[in-house]
């Protein structure tokens, strides 16, 4: 994953710990915006067209795992270990 999204994740786990009404808010911000950096790439640019942002071949898997890690608990490690039989 990138940097960006793991200090999203970061900030999320630190937001998760405070039980006040602003920090779930600021978490649930930075829930959407994870979701919003799994779907796209940077913007790509050429000199004769103009800037466009591409759409990661990976989105519908990415925003799956982090779905799943936020709705059961799950930590990355356990996700991984998890096999189609469990």
């Known amino acids: 994953m990138d940097s960006t ?3 999203i994740l970061a900030e999320v786990a630190a937001c998760v710990h405070q039980v006040s009404a602003e920090s779930l808010a600021h978490a649930g911000a930075l829930i959407e915006s994870l979701l919003k ?3 796209f790439c940077d913007e790509a640019g050429t000199d004769r ?3 466009y942002t591409m759409r990661r071949e990976t989105a519908r898997r ?3 795992i982090i779905l799943t890690l936020i709705d059961s608990g799950l930590r990355a490690s356990e ?3 998890l096999r189609i039989a469990d």
């Open 49 to 51: 067209r103009k800037k």
């Open 37 to 39: 950096a799994c779907d």
């Open 62 to 64: 990415d925003r799956v």
């Open 79 to 81: 996700l991984c270990s």
């Open 5 to 7: 999204l793991d200090q």
